[in-house]
């Protein structure tokens, strides 16, 4: 059903883009949100699960939930810290393999993506994308 409500077309996008890379993804095991969790961790390298959520743009909560599957998969290695706001996490070396192996497929979304929204922008999609989408997160920051 058709609304002119950008917040509703966003979050219905937001569920189809998803989608598109949680079957995308599905031949490693992983969702979108794993994988965008261990590239986040080895972007930080070792980090405390505050700084995680802010790097991934999440709650603690979800953090910790999310880290927790991550964990008891063996992807990552977390220090045993009573207070998980000090708790520090990295990437294991089979967390590191799996991200090597997602990447391939990966990157199968990311080209669907951007040759969808190739048909309404003139240029190269990705950064053009890219912009737009920091921009937003942008507007939200400042309020």
């Given at each position: 059903?058709?609304?002119?409500?950008?917040?509703?077309q966003?979050?219905?996008?937001?569920?189809?883009?998803?989608?598109?890379?949680?079957?995308?993804?599905?031949?490693?095991?992983?969702?979108?949100?794993?994988?965008?969790?261990?590239?986040?961790?080895?972007?930080?390298?070792?980090?405390?699960?505050?700084?995680?959520?802010?790097?991934?743009?999440?709650?603690?909560?979800t953090?910790?939930?999310?880290?927790?599957?991550?964990?008891?998969?063996?992807?990552?290695?977390?220090?045993?810290?009573?207070?998980?706001?000090?708790r520090?996490?990295?990437?294991?070396r089979?967390?590191?393999?799996?991200?090597?192996?997602?990447?391939?497929?990966?990157?199968i979304?990311?080209?669907?993506?951007?040759?969808?929204?190739?048909?309404?922008?003139?240029?190269?999609?990705?950064?053009?994308?890219?912009?737009?989408?920091?921009?937003?997160?942008?507007?939200?920051?400042s309020?």
């Amino acid at each position: 059903m058709f609304t002119d409500c950008y917040c509703t077309q966003f979050r219905r996008s937001a569920n189809a883009l998803t989608g598109v890379y949680d079957d995308a993804l599905r031949p490693v095991g992983l969702k979108i949100t794993q994988f965008s969790l261990l590239r986040a961790l080895e972007r930080l390298g070792a980090a405390t699960y505050n700084e995680i959520a802010a790097e991934a743009a999440l709650d603690k909560t979800t953090i910790s939930r999310n880290l927790k599957i991550l964990i008891n998969a063996g992807w990552v290695e977390a220090a045993p810290e009573s207070d998980a706001r000090f708790r520090v996490a990295r990437l294991s070396r089979q967390g590191i393999e799996k991200l090597r192996s997602a990447e391939p497929y990966w990157m199968i979304a990311q080209n669907q993506v951007e040759n969808e929204v190739q048909k309404f922008l003139k240029g190269p999609t990705n950064k053009r994308l890219l912009q737009a989408l920091e921009s937003l997160q942008r507007v939200n920051a400042s309020l």
